[in-house]
């Protein structure tokens, strides 16, 4: 396919991103909040509509799409204000599917990725727990052997799609004498194998439509089939996945950026204040004018971090430069933006107080914005 004709057919799958999250996400968005998940059967719409796993091979039942149509998905969910369904399909698509992909052996993946694609399977990934977060390397949950597999025990927190989770990737002590990094695994646990359950349904300042919670393991059993990358080698995969999940959330937080100021450009053009809308205000306008320079700057820099994606080229310090950057980018407009509404904006009814309490979390997870400086340094320092 020329190239011209690859940018045709992502302009029509952008577009018909844009018409479902108008017709199915859009009137349903309240109810899902208020009900604290999405729908299962939204998951399946998703997999019809050919948004999740969009860049998985046909030969694992995606369409082999390169990685701007993953893009796309991101961008127009969030552009739209919809962050929390933008994050679960983020750890479904982008971090899990990615996972078993470049990690898992070729059985894994036939088992997972077709279901994966159509929305089947639903996936998680489980790093954190109550007692390590930032410092990954010193979680407890251990994999101890098991005949010619292992027994999970431990207890995770804060886990994205955790209940609607049917893969849970979970990071194990799998040697308990290894020091830091060294002794952690992944291992791919079905959500029905017995000593797996659910905790509750985490309630959390914003992001409300998507599902987290607290996880835990008694005596889980797993088969030899289920180590994803090797004995030991947990931290290697997670190394190779960071630049492409610290792209990912900085692409939805650039974009998510750039719906709020959508957002605030109608409002200041209808509201009056001092006889004038607040549009023909110098500081509006220069405010507008920051903020809209500066997310176009994130924006190039982001296609030049794509585009180096997509070549195998991106390394982990830039993209931590990204995530920081992007992360405390869109926070900064956010709260710019909800300024400018004045008490609207921090009423419910409308949008911006959404944006606001959903933009919080991004400068947390995925790395916070502190251990996105402690890598960055490194590179700088070395
Ligand atoms: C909504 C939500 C969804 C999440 N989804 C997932 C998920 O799907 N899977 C998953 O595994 N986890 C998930 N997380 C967990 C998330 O990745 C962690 O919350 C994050 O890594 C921070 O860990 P912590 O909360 O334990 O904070 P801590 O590590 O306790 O950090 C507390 C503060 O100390 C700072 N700090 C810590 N260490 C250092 C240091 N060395 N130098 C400087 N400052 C430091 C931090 O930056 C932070 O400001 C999610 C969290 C949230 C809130």
Redesign the pocket.
């Known amino acids: 396919m020329s190239a011209s004709e690859q940018d045709t057919e992502l302009a029509l799958f952008r577009d018909s991103v844009r018409r479902f999250v108008k017709e199915r996400v859009a009137p349903f968005y309240e109810e899902w909040e208020s009900a604290g998940i999405i729908p299962r059967e939204t998951w399946r719409e998703l997999g019809a509509a050919g948004m999740l796993g969009t860049d998985i091979p046909l030969e694992y039942g995606g369409v082999g799409a390169d990685f701007r149509f993953s893009v796309v998905v991101q961008q127009e969910i969030a552009r739209a204000g919809f962050l929390a369904l933008a994050?679960n399909i983020t750890?479904h698509s982008d971090i899990c599917a990615h996972y078993v992909l470049n990690a898992g052996t070729e059985e894994q993946k036939q088992r997972y990725l077709p279901k994966m694609v159509c929305g089947d399977c639903v996936g998680?990934?489980?790093?954190?727990e109550p007692g390590?977060?930032?410092?990954?390397q010193s979680i407890r949950a251990s994999a101890q052997p098991d005949g010619e597999g292992w027994k999970i025990n431990g207890a995770?927190?804060?886990?994205?799609?955790?209940q609607h989770a049917d893969l849970v990737i979970t990071?194990a002590k799998t040697d308990l004498s290894a020091p830091g990094s060294k002794g952690i695994s992944l291992l791919l646990v079905d959500a029905d194998a017995p000593g797996f359950a659910r905790g509750r349904n985490l309630e959390?300042l914003g992001?409300h439509a998507?599902d987290?919670s607290e996880l835990f393991y008694s005596d889980v059993r797993v088969g030899p089939q289920a180590l994803l990358g090797g004995l030991n080698r947990g931290f290697a995969v997670l190394m190779n996945e960071l630049p492409r999940e610290r792209l990912g959330l900085s692409i939805g937080a650039v974009a998510h950026a750039r719906g709020a100021l959508d957002i605030t450009v109608a409002y200041v053009k209808e509201r009056h204040a001092f006889g004038q809308p607040l549009a023909a205000q110098q500081n509006t306008r220069y405010r507008l004018a920051e903020m809209a320079a500066a997310i176009t700057v994130h924006e190039r820099f982001l296609d030049s971090c794509i585009a180096s994606l997509m070549r195998h080229e991106l390394d982990s310090a830039t993209a931590s430069v990204a995530k920081l950057s992007c992360t405390e980018l869109e926070d900064q407009v956010v709260d710019g933006c909800l300024q400018l509404f004045g008490g609207y904006g921090y009423m419910r009814e409308y949008p911006i107080s959404r944006f606001y309490a959903d933009s919080r979390?991004q400068r947390?997870?995925?790395?916070?914005?502190?251990?996105m400086?402690?890598l960055i340094s490194r590179d700088v320092l070395k």
């Not at 998680?124 to 954190?128: D, G, K």
């Not at 390590?132 to 990954?136: E, F, P, T, V």
């Not at 995770?156 to 955790?162: D, L, V, Y």
Request: glycine share 12%; with cysteine.
């Open positions: 994050c750890v998680a990934i489980a790093m954190t390590a977060g930032s410092d990954l995770k927190t804060f886990i994205t799609n955790g990071a959390k992001l998507a987290t979390v947390i997870y995925g790395g916070t914005s502190e251990i400086k402690e």
